[in-house]
T-cell receptor
Framework: SQQGEEDPQALSIQEGENATMNCSYKTSINNLQWYRQNSGRGLVHLIL?????REKHSGRLRVTLDTSKKSSSLLITASRAADTASYFC??????????FGKGTRLHILP | SAVISQKPSRDICQRGTSLTIQCQVD?????MFWYRQQPGQSLTLIAT?????????ESGFVIDKFPISRPNLTFSTLTVSNMSPEDSSIYLCSVARDRGEAFFGQGTRLTVV
């Protein structure tokens, strides 16, 4: 079953612009994570934010979490061609199962 | 981090046959997870494999179709039984660390013809 719903489903931006992807979920969580998947490749863990945190940064990535709205956002600043990939949010609760959202396909235009 | 070796990396199988996918982790973990990723879709959790107990299956997945073994804390197998073209997907195993982040194998790309 899917827990998260990413928005938008697909996003195309010019290289150098910022990309923002949103995720909404339905149930209470322990943490929320974002992953990247390049076409046909494995998943790469980007960042984890715990339910008691509101914002985290990692390099060009900024993640926010609003547990009252059950939503999160991933911001990629100064996008690069190499950022072209699918991005998934995933939530984890007390049973440690990680449930993925449907994903956002990001395409960086040269 | 965790290093996860999954094999085979890909296979083409005849309908009606079964394929067993192996997942080896470089350290002991309590829980291992198996996911399916259908073409162009997200990951769907199939089951959680705990060492020493039966796997726990998610809604829509049954043991007869996806039997799982977990003989020790570093290894698990997933079998896709009596395959049909609808089973063509990428199958991934995963482990979660104490901090909560998950690590994934490179996946097994299965094509059923």
């Amino acid at each position: 079953s899917q827990q998260g719903e990413e928005d938008p489903q697909a996003l195309s931006i010019q290289e150098g612009e910022n990309a923002t992807m949103n995720c909404s979920y339905k149930t209470s969580i322990n943490n929320l994570q974002w992953y990247r998947q390049n076409s046909g490749r494995g998943l790469v863990h980007l960042i984890l934010i715990r339910s008691n945190e509101r914002e985290k940064h990692s390099g060009r990535l900024r993640v926010t979490l609003d547990t009252s709205k059950k939503s999160s956002s991933l911001l990629i600043t100064a996008s690069r061609a190499a950022d072209t990939a699918s991005y998934f949010c995933a939530t984890s609760n007390r049973d440690d199962k990680i449930i993925f959202g449907k994903g956002t396909r990001l395409h960086i235009l040269p | 981090s965790a290093v996860i070796s999954q094999k085979p990396s890909r296979d083409i199988c005849q309908r009606g046959t079964s394929l067993t996918i192996q997942c080896q982790v470089d350290s002991q973990v309590t829980m291992m997870f198996w996911y399916r990723q259908q073409p162009g879709q997200s990951l769907t959790l199939i089951a959680t494999a705990n060492q020493g107990s039966e796997a726990t299956y998610e809604s829509g997945f049954v043991i007869d179709k996806f039997p799982i073994s977990r003989p020790n804390l570093t290894f698990s197998t997933l079998t896709v039984s009596n395959m049909s073209p609808e089973d063509s997907s990428i199958y991934l195993c995963s482990v979660a660390r104490d901090r909560g982040e998950a690590f994934f194998g490179q996946g097994t790309r299965l094509t059923v013809v």
